[in-house]
């Protein structure tokens, strides 16, 4: 413990008390106030250590930050508002409130961007609110946001700033000398923080006991709205924000990102864990995300490839011809990452005929297709004798294996009939389903799910319907969409879900994962899906997996080329020749190949190609 | 002790690789184990850093009197459809529309032209310098450099002289595609010989001029021919020391004599990629170029030995689509983007390799592997 308390000095603001919350008193002494008086503080050497806006630490060269910690918004911030009389373009002047440095670059950058150049004027924080009127906008920060009303044109700088780059916008961070804080102290702060995220319902309510006010929308806020993780995202948000304000002369020096060491600074993995994954032992969560986060892609690689070798010994690499139908593009759950839905009564919206499915089917078997996978949107009025109908229509009359409706249709006719997902099963496995396919998962973590499809079914839906398919006998795929901004804790956690169920069931024949495709979709999300990143998430998830058998390569998302490679990261199959796709293709996926073009890419990869039926057995 | 083990050990000691070798990994079925060998002696050579830089191309002629199958961009005569030649005024106003732009570098490559005059080249420069006296002027293959010492009767160290004097900075690596007598009888017999090619080069490095090399790879040639490509550049490195960048361009078969062909599959190219940092161990740069290898492949060759992925190259484009943004920071922007989406540190450079700036951001995190 140290001899004297270390001073701290934090903003009053509601989005900083989860931050400041649980301080220890006895190790921490606390200062409240704006936040570019905690940065003056600091500065005069009157506090150790502040939650200072970035901008201020920009100014002041030498200082450390607090790794872990941040005061983060991607999109929507709700407490920087740009607000006025007339439009952004037509705003002459804009007030800034001096509170914050930080927001006050913002605006100009954005301002400058966007090719607007008003003049400014810097007004005192508790006049900022009030300084709008005619063609002057005004910049209004912290609590004051939560009161503004009467403003026609209102412009939350944070959902501007992620609309320009994609990314998250940082707003304070702890920082200090670099001698001020040691290893323990640091750990301190991020324990408070913790305490603090989980007290944050009790936070609101005490806020808006004290001011008056509604306690669940200061909760959403603190929930929603604002993140207090300083992890990559915000880094890259951080550094793109230094960048672009020294390149436009907005700030002269360009600041590095300096952090207090903590102890360990690297990923720590058991020295043993990538080689015994490789053999087949299974990895525990910890080993899964310190590896995927951390270990080289090539090591990765290796050891998938060794994976891959073990479980497939013969050489040969499957892919199947199969046609992808979807029987609607009508859905009640508009997914933000969806461009293929249309809501029921949309002009654009279509169910196909009899007579169109079979022109499909024909074509098809006549292509030497063996299979067709049928998904549709969550049509509101197509009952489960539509269903049945159908199904027994087509195995009586097409000899193709029936790979249809996804656990969201099956949740969903499920509950428009009032019936279990068990019994929807039955029925349609006794009408002819003979597999059921594996999307829809994106990521198995009911967080991230709210966010990116809050209609869709749930993690545990999703589990139920597959739990139950693989009981009555029917195998499934599975697979991960990944690149939402998940942390790695919420992608392992999707893995870990598929092991437990697959060591309960055994039904999954094979996985697949690509990423988020954006292109044209209401999410607007900058993540990481790179090739790169997709190679390493398959190699984790073929040395995490080892209960699934088969692994096929996305090159509908990726490419026939990164495809290949893939089959180096784990891969064992070369998915399908595809006579129709419709969704990804409608994001921004746009490659197609035919079975001689599939073949050469599983041969130029060492490979020997077959074909498969859904059950992975050669047919060829 | 299997053979790759063996190549590998020869790695670790540092000895030069020799054919067998370099073929030996061609044939190695393990490509990860591949790409982590180059990728290793890559990080020992430059740690995380991904080079690029802000550069612009220009194309001042597309008349050529040789006649290569895998091109398909020249035209035989000036007036054949397609044919373009730039007045001096155009091939400067290329570079007077973006002269406020931060870009350092501009590189021109050319048809070998049948009727314009050496002053033509000579003034090509010297406009580019009054424009942006500190742009970097990297032009003129070897190819090129010979074609006018033969054209005009001079000596190639005579032809470099006055092209210095008027700017030049140094010598892009085109024109080698592959140094095989084989090869180069079938695809382009009416150009610089493989000798003549290295002699320009030889000459320029003795004179203090830097230069890049290539390697035209997917079409006709061996593994072989490949590695053997790679040994005659690292026998001149060895004498001259003045190769800076070796970048390994994938045959594109659209257009041209040779569309018959496949194009290159992403397994061969990052194969390609590995052998030449592991063969070609004394140049210092090995260039993943976006353009032809497509920005996701470029990025996983950040994994396989590569530590530059050229530049902003695809300017002119991006700045018609941009409208009201400026287009070296969009470009810059993605740049960047994608070389930390690949897990590497973006780094920009000048022609010569001095960094003018290391953006802010996030290190990478490395496995540090504890008991």
Known sequence: MNSRRIRLAAVSFLNARPITYALDPERFEVTFTEPSVCADLLAAGQADCGLIPVASYAAQPGLRVVPGIAIAARGAVKTVLLVGAVPWPRMAEIALDDASRTSALLCKLLSRAQGFAPNYLRVDHAEAARAARGDRGALVIGDAAFDLSGYPYVYDLGAEWTRATGLPFVYAVWAGRPDALAPADIAALQRSLAAGLAARGTIARAFAEGRGGDAKIFERYLHNHIRYALGSDELAGLSEYFLRCHRAGLCERLPEIAFYETAPVRARVRRDALSAAAAGERLCDQDAINLYESAPLGELGCAADARRHALHKDGVVTYIIDRNVNYTNVCVTRCKFCNFYRPPGHPEGYVLSREVLAQKFRETVALGGVQVLLQGGLHPDLRIEWYEDLFRWIKSNFPLILHALSPAEITHIAQLEGLSVEKVLERLHAAGLDSVPGGGAEILDDAVRTEVSPLKCTTDEWLAVMRAAHQLGLPSSSTMVFGFGETSQQLTGHLGRLRTLQDQTGGFVSFFCWPFQSEGTRLKKRDDTSAARYLRVQALARLYLDNIPHFGVSWPTMGPDVGQVALRYGGNDFGSVMIEENVVSTAGAHFMMDAAAIERQIRGAGFIPRRRNNRYQYIS | ?371
Not at chain 2, 288 to 301: H, P
Request: proline residues 6%; glycine residues 8%.
């Open chain 2, 1 to 371: 002790m299997t053979r790759f083990v063996k190549v590998r050990e020869k790695v670790y000691a540092g000895v030069p690789l020799d054919l067998d070798d370099g073929v030996a990994l061609f044939r190695h079925p393990n490509l990860p184990e591949l790409g982590m060998l180059a990728n290793q002696v890559r990080e020992r050579m430059h740690g995380d850093r991904a080079y690029y830089n802000l550069n612009l191309h220009i194309n001042a002629t597309n008349v050529c009197v040789a006649d290569c199958m895998f091109c398909s961009f020249a035209r035989l005569k000036p007036g054949d459809p397609g044919a373009y030649t730039m007045s001096l005024e155009q091939a400067w106003g290329k570079l007077r529309e973006r002269a406020h732009q931060p870009i350092t570098e501009i590189h021109i490559v050319n048809g070998l032209h049948p009727d314009l005059p050496f002053e033509y080249y000579e003034e090509l420069l010297r406009g580019l310098k009054r424009i942006r006296p500190d742009i970097h002027l990297k032009c003129f293959t070897a190819v090129e450099i010979h074609f006018f010492a033969h054209t005009f009767g001079m000596s190639y160290e005579k032809v470099l002289t006055r092209l210095r004097e008027a700017g030049l900075g140094s010598l892009p690596g085109g024109g080698a595609e592959i140094f095989a007598p084989r090869v180069r009888r079938k695809i382009c017999a009416d150009k610089a010989t493989t000798e003549e090619w290295l002699d320009v080069h030889r000459v320029a490095h003795r004179m203090g001029l830097r230069s890049n090399c290539t390697m035209l790879y997917g079409h006709i040639e061996t593994f072989e021919e490949r590695v053997d490509h790679m040994l005659k550049l690292r026998a001149l490195q060895d004498e001259t020391g003045g190769f800076q960048t070796f970048i390994p361009l994938a045959f594109h078969p659209e257009g041209n004599a040779l569309a018959r062909l496949p194009a290159p599959l992403g397994y061969d190219d990052l194969r390609t990629y590995a052998v030449a940092r592991l063969v070609l161990s004394n140049v210092p740069h090995l260039k993943a170029y976006w353009i032809m290898l497509g920005l996701k492949i470029a990025q996983v060759a950040l994994w396989f030995g590569a530590d530059d992925i050229d530049g902003t190259v695809q300017e002119e484009k991006i700045y018609h689509m941009a409208g009201a943004h400026t287009p070296e920071a969009l470009t810059r922007a993605q740049l960047e983007a994608a070389i930390r989406a690949a897990g590497r540190v973006p780094v920009q450079r000048d022609t010569l390799y001095n960094i003018i700036e290391t953006p802010p951001g996030p290190s990478p995190r490395r496995l540090e592997v504890v008991a």
